[in-house]
């Protein structure tokens, strides 16, 4: 009753790619997630329900804007419309608004429109953002194609080379040495270089910022360079809520006779002869299949779950060294009475359809990592906010609307014993302030609250020391050194079991990569009779 050709450890957008692949192959799954709701960190939920709103808000709980999945192609081999999704453009993708004076620089998916808006506030930077579309567009159609396979074991920039050369050189002739420089470098200095106007460079540094390492890391400069790939995908919000992508996969699943459950920790991988054979979750039910598929952190999946009588000594120190890193944001999910009204773009139409970014300056995000640095929350917060309800009145009915404010930086660990606990409330009503910075309509206007500092990501979601990304995003964490080279093809000390989660290549964001990749290796280690159902 209990037997399934795979089974999955949670329900997150990695895992269920997973699973969708393997179901449409002919693989009985079943997934085990232990919160009540499916999704991991790609999860919406009803709160606020109230006799004024009786509807409630749709609140995303995780990752909201949906950007790299859809340079993969994943969502429409799937056929994911067909199970419920339904995407609904964001464009402009992201906009920023002038800190001071007027005015606001949107970044639409179509690259001549936003040099328009460049051109408006930021004149000086329309060649240099032009130029840099070009430059690092040609590069990330290599890199895409990188992301979408298993890393090898040999070097990455001569494999990226390679990748890219199929679809023409990587650099224009005599640009080769600057170029693999660029790439080397941090992002911090990319855009420095790139461009001249304040404005522009605290608008991509911030947006650059999303993928976790400071912006002085070293070989980080693609964080920057990813921009050019908004112009080819483009942004988009899944109508009903973040969690719908992973609904839909629910549904694929389902409908390919796999289950689904949730309320289902799992505790133990179940282990014989140093093969996996099975899971056991916290009630004491035992499942068993040939192949066990963990969706949950590498270090919760091989020291817990695992486990260190079946690891070697020096696996588990391996495990146990991956750099998780120190936390680096937290959300506030709020219900509002109305949207913002910023001062620099009172009556602009397009503000909502995207992302809204909030860092004055260089300076100012630099003084937010000092404070980080020194285990503090900042005492300015850099912030971005999704106002989803503009586009989306699925979210936020009865006349209201919902605002995530996303920020950074945001330590775990708090120096001086300090407890996020103790803190929370008061870290989440300064990121509230920012938006009334710019918005001082916003004063006074919040109905409730759902705040997820870094700790309450961490119980929220399993993402340990509240890493949105799992571990950092740094380089000597990324491509066949994540999450440590001898787990980087998906596949672990134990055989059969398999890892397809965000601690894998390419890392975190509403991205599939992962999950596609590790249903490659999968298929391709466990071909079965009939190849397609």
């Known amino acids: 009753m209990n037997s399934f050709d795979a089974i999955i450890i949670g329900s997150g957008h990695n895992g269920l790619t997973t699973g969708c692949y393997l179901a449409k192959n002919g693989f009985k799954i079943l997934v085990l997630e232990r919160r009540d709701t499916i999704g991991g960190a790609v999860c919406t939920e009803t709160m606020f329900q109230s006799e004024e709103n009786p509807h409630g808000f749709k609140m995303d709980v995780g990752s909201s804007v949906h950007i790299m999945i859809h340079q993969t192609g994943i969502i429409e081999e799937l056929e994911l419309e067909k199970y419920g999704l339904e995407y609904i453009d964001m464009d402009p993708i992201m906009s920023y608004p002038v800190p001071t004076g007027k005015g606001v620089i949107h970044f639409w998916k179509d690259v001549d429109r936003t040099l328009e808006s460049i051109s408006k506030v930021a004149p000086e930077d329309v060649k240099n953002y032009h130029q840099f579309i070009r430059f690092w567009g040609k590069i990330n159609k290599g890199v895409l194609k990188t992301f979408m396979s298993v890393p090898t074991g040999g070097n990455i920039i001569s494999t990226m080379a390679k990748q890219q050369m199929r679809d023409g050189s990587m650099f224009e002739r005599g640009e080769q040495m600057p170029g693999l420089q660029k790439i080397l470098s941090s992002y911090g200095k990319v855009v420095d270089d790139a461009f001249d106007s304040e404005y522009m460079k605290a608008a991509l540094l911030w947006f650059a910022a999303q993928s976790g390492p400071l912006p002085d890391h070293s070989a980080t400069g693609d964080f920057a360079g990813w921009q050019s790939m908004l112009h080819e995908s483009g942004a988009k919000h899944p109508k009903g809520g973040s969690g719908m992508l992973t609904q839909a996969m629910k549904n694929l699943i389902e409908a390919h006779s796999g289950e689904i459950r949730a309320n289902s920790p799992v505790s133990k991988i179940l282990i014989e002869q140093g093969k996996a054979v099975g899971v056991v979750t916290e009630d004491g039910e035992d499942f068993k299949a040939p192949i066990i598929i963990s969706n949950a952190h590498v270090q919760t999946t091989m020291l817990k779950m695992v486990g260190k009588d079946h690891l070697e000594s020096s696996m588990l120190t391996k495990v146990k060294n991956i750099n998780v890193g120190n936390g680096f944001g937290m959300v506030i999910r709020c219900a509002v009475d109305e949207l913002p009204q910023y001062t620099s773009a009172p009556d602009d139409p397009y503000i909502h359809n995207g992302i809204q970014l909030m860092a004055p300056s260089v300076q100012y995000m630099n003084n937010a990592i000092g404070d980080y640095m020194q285990k503090r929350p900042p005492e300015k917060p850099a912030v971005l906010a999704m106002t989803f309800s503009k586009i989306d009145p699925e979210v936020a009915k009865d006349g209201k609307h919902t605002m995530f404010v996303w920020a950074q930086w945001h330590p775990y660990e708090l120096a001086g014993g300090v407890k996020w606990d103790d803190i929370r409330e008061r870290e989440a009503q300064k990121i509230y302030d920012v938006v009334v910075d710019y918005a001082p309509n916003m004063k006074d206007k919040l109905i409730d609250w759902y705040i997820q500092s870094p700790l309450d990501i961490e119980r929220k979601h399993g993402l340990l020391r509240g890493n949105v990304m799992h571990v950092e995003m ?18 672990t000390p134990i ?33 079965k009779s009939k190849w397609f159902n």
């Open 474 to 491: 740094s380089f000597d964490q990324m491509f066949m050194f994540r999450p440590i080279p001898e787990m980087s093809r998906y596949e």
């Open 495 to 527: 055989k059969n079991l398999y890892l397809s989660s965000a601690s894998c290549h390419p890392g975190g964001g509403v991205f599939g990569a992962a999950g596609y990749n590790a249903a490659n290796v999968i298929l391709k280690n466990h071909r």
